[in-house]
């Protein structure tokens, strides 16, 4: 709408709420336009919640918003909300004008992260903070707590918070897209607020006033597992004066967009909720979507990028390398650790607990390898690898040392999760398959199995042996020093960083598995017996697939193929058959590759422990049913069961347990004859049925040519050998007439074939038909004769 001269704010935004129902978005986005431009901040500052959730959606989802999750590129809309949510676009101008002024706006603590929530309502300072001396009280006879937030922060809040807010999506769509305009915007925020080269633009208007607060300094930071505040200077919890560097006035909103981001995709679970979590009594707070951890894993890795641009002379740690730099070269040096490191894990540990085990769990693995990578994103063409199923891995440079022992349980305990999972996966499954060589190709690459063992011995270290090599005083060289005494500084100063780190992550009390100790390597060698057991089943599956359909490729049309329904792996998906089960092949083979070089596995013992394996999974063995007890209801399976299922080992023959003579109708049957021949038997079975049990049950051969003619033995058989109840199995003995196979048109062409042969040979039809049922009785006297004999031999 166009902007009136003169215009009271109620009015202004009862016009936009008109709008927003009656006009298209583009020409709503450029009235407000307008509006931003013309109308001073006093009353744009009325319209300014309104305008945020009529984009974003309100919090409680119920008011969906621009979808931006839902919106492509291919929409006429994309580059209208593309534009108008620029960072340099008019929204944000918007955001910057009202910053300049002291306005705030609330938003319900019970919106906020399940830990950062309980620390408010507890009345405990948030480790964040951004969210410090930003409580509103209630009003007298109100019970809701708020949080005051400037322009800035309440804007990225609603953005951030619409990845996490449960919409109603409309039918057939779905989030998830990475080119989503909401995965785009994402991209462009950290690029623009936390640049790699040069510095975050200016604001177009002068703001003076900061929005994160330094906590207090009488906070005391004693003992492992807390970060010392001295890992940041204390301009970057900034609070910029008029007089400061301009450079410390803009950098308050990198660290504000950050924060945010990080507290609420990442802060839903503290160290003690997921301890709480472990049991099984506890219900889940809160489930991320597979977008979710897309999104996550876009943030990851533009951080490494922003963290790797820091200028080479600012990567040591000492006081004297940075006492220049700039609030930007500082905030990068300590992004990634003091920001991101221990919400990341807990998120990350969560995800692997509990993400259903199917193909979907490869968005939070490429996060978590991501992670561990910081080299892939330096800019550096020589640790570039583009095609992530290269045989090939470059060595990691040594200056990443530091970054693994920082990060040792990013490696060492989400390793070990990790292995608790495949273990439990369908690895015939091509998909889950790459998972596993994935994980196995990144641990496999040169240097870093020894840069996790150093760092996993440097946390082992004993106290009493570091304090012992702790000089009582550092002298240099010339001051009658050594240089032994510096190099056990150096090496006091990385154990007392691995031990900060994981005391950090798991709490005082942990329990620290090595990665390379015993335990673990027997876990290994049990992951690599499924590997090479889910080899074997997938090259079986693969066999039978190919004999199946070379049997049945001519014959299937004359309706000769096989009629077993059964004959197929149940449960198979398109992806375990053909092409892909070659990958799986291919995929596994490398994986066992990798997890021997990592772990240092003796070859000759590994082509041992698959011969062995292999020799005991001949056809007879894979025919046997899965190992499990019988009882009064049927067969139940075991623990070893379940992981022989699991992993195609060995399976049920599930056949049709209803009476054979009510199964549909196949494609090569004629469905009236099925019809009138069931009938004919009905009556039959019904009228005659005790005579027929009569005769089947005399153990003589009038029983044994009853028997051959009225029971079906191979049903019987193929019930016993799945979970079956024993009233079906008893059901299925019963004797009775069934004249379906006569409907079969592969037996009403055989007989139409002895017709014909009859007729050549000059009989009627009559002689024809009597010499049918000769033949057929002989061939039943025969085996009622011969047969238990023949099964004996």
């Not at 004859?673 to 009905?682: E, G, H, P």
């Not at 079975?685 to 027929?692: A, K, P, Q, T, V």
Request: aromatic share 10%; proline share 7%; net charge neutral.
């Amino acid at each position: 709408m166009a902007a009136p001269t003169l215009q009271q704010p109620s009015f202004l935004l009862a016009n936009l709420k008109a709008d927003s129902t009656t006009k298209p978005l583009l020409q709503r986005c450029h009235d407000l336009v307008k509006i931003i431009d013309e109308y001073p901040a006093k009353e744009l500052h009325v319209i300014f919640p309104w305008l945020v959730e009529s984009v974003f959606g309100s919090l409680d989802g119920i008011i969906a918003g621009w979808n931006l999750r839902l919106l492509h590129s291919r929409s006429t809309e994309y580059n209208v909300v593309m534009e108008f949510l620029n960072p340099s676009g008019p929204m944000m101008k918007l955001v910057y004008k009202l910053q300049a002024e002291e306005y705030k706006y609330e938003i319900p603590v019970n919106y906020l992260p399940g830990p950062l929530k309980a620390c408010i309502q507890e009345g405990v300072l948030p480790d964040c903070p951004l969210f410090h001396n930003k409580l509103q009280f209630p009003l007298s006879g109100l019970l809701t707590l708020n949080i005051a937030l400037n322009p800035f922060e309440f804007f990225m809040f609603n953005f951030a918070f619409c990845l996490i807010t449960p919409k109603n999506f409309p039918p057939g769509q779905h989030g998830g897209s990475t080119d989503s305009a909401y995965f785009v915007l994402v991209d462009i925020y950290l690029k623009y607020f936390l640049p790699s080269e040069g510095s975050v633009p200016p604001s177009p208007f002068s703001d003076s006033r900061g929005s994160v607060t330094a906590p207090s300094p009488s906070v005391s930071f004693t003992g492992y597992g807390v970060h010392s505040p001295s890992l940041l200077k204390h301009h970057i919890f900034h609070q910029p004066s008029v007089n400061a560097d301009p450079a410390a006035q803009e950098i308050w909103r990198t660290e504000t967009l950050l924060q945010m981001f990080v507290e609420v995709w990442l802060h839903h679970y503290s160290l003690e909720m997921y301890q709480k979590l472990q049991s099984p009594q506890v219900k889940e707070p809160f489930s991320p979507t597979e977008e979710h951890v897309l999104v996550v894993r876009l943030l990851v890795k533009h951080l490494h990028a922003f963290s790797s641009s820091l200028k080479p002379e600012q990567l040591s740690s000492s006081p004297s390398a940075h006492s220049h730099t700039s609030p930007l070269e500082e905030f990068k040096r300590v992004v990634v650790q003091r920001f991101v490191q221990q919400k990341l894990y807990l998120f990350l540990q969560h995800c692997f607990g509990h993400w259903p085990l199917d193909a979907s769990f490869r968005a939070v693995l490429e996060t978590w390898l991501s992670y561990i990578q910081p080299w892939r994103y330096t800019g550096e063409k020589t640790n570039v690898q583009p095609d992530q199923n290269r045989t090939e891995n470059r060595t990691i440079p040594d200056k990443w040392e530091s970054f693994v022992q920082e990060n040792l349980l990013m490696y060492t305990k989400l390793f070990q999760v990790f292995l608790n999972r495949a273990v439990r996966t369908d690895l015939v499954n091509a998909k889950n398959a790459l998972m596993v060589f994935r994980v196995a190709k990144v641990f496999a690459q040169p240097n870093l199995a020894e840069m996790i063992l150093k760092g996993e011995q440097l946390f082992l270290e004993p106290e009493h042996v570091l304090h012992h090599r702790q000089p009582r005083g550092y002298l240099t060289p010339g001051q009658g020093g050594s240089y032994l005494s510096s190099r056990q500084r150096v090496v006091t100063d990385m154990v007392f960083r691995v031990k900060s780190h994981v005391y950090a992550l798991e709490g005082q009390d942990c329990q620290y598995k090595q990665m390379f100790g015993t335990d673990l390597r027997g876990a290994i060698m049990k992951l690599i017996q499924i590997i090479a057991q889910a080899r074997q089943t997938a090259k079986r599956i693969s066999d039978h697939s190919s004999e199946v359909a070379a049997n049945n490729s001519f014959l299937s049309w004359f309706g000769l193929g096989s009629s077993d329904l059964n004959s197929t792996f149940p449960g198979a998906e398109p992806e375990e058959s053909g092409e892909c089960l070659k990958k799986t092949h291919e995929f596994l083979d490398r994986a066992l590759e990798n997890l021997c070089q990592i772990f240092k596995l003796n070859q000759g013992q590994l082509t041992q422990l698959i011969s062995n394996l292999g020799s005991s999974q001949d056809d007879g063995n894979c025919k046997q049913l899965p190992d499990c007890i019988q009882s009064d209801s049927g067969l139940i399976l075991t623990d070893l069961g379940r992981r022989q299922i699991i992993n195609g080992l060995r399976r049920f023959d599930v056949p049709y347990q209803g009476d054979p003579e009510l199964q549909p109708i196949r494609s090569y049957e004629n469905a009236l004859l099925v019809r009138l021949f069931y009938r004919i038997s009905c009556l039959v079975n019904h009228r005659l049925g005790g005579h027929m049990e009569a005769v089947c049950s005399r153990p003589d051969f009038l029983g044994r040519l009853g028997r051959y003619y009225l029971t079906d033995p191979d049903w019987t058989f193929r019930l016993r050998q799945s979970p079956t109840s024993r009233q079906t199995v008893e059901r299925s003995r019963q004797p009775r007439l069934s004249l379906r196979p006569l409907a079969s048109y592969r037996t009403l062409l055989l007989l139409l074939l002895l017709y014909m042969l009859g007729a050549l040979l000059s009989f009627g039809p009559a002689s024809s038909t009597a010499l049918i049922l000769a033949g057929g009785f002989l061939y039943g006297l025969l085996v009622a004769l011969f047969g238990d004999k023949l099964k004996t031999h």
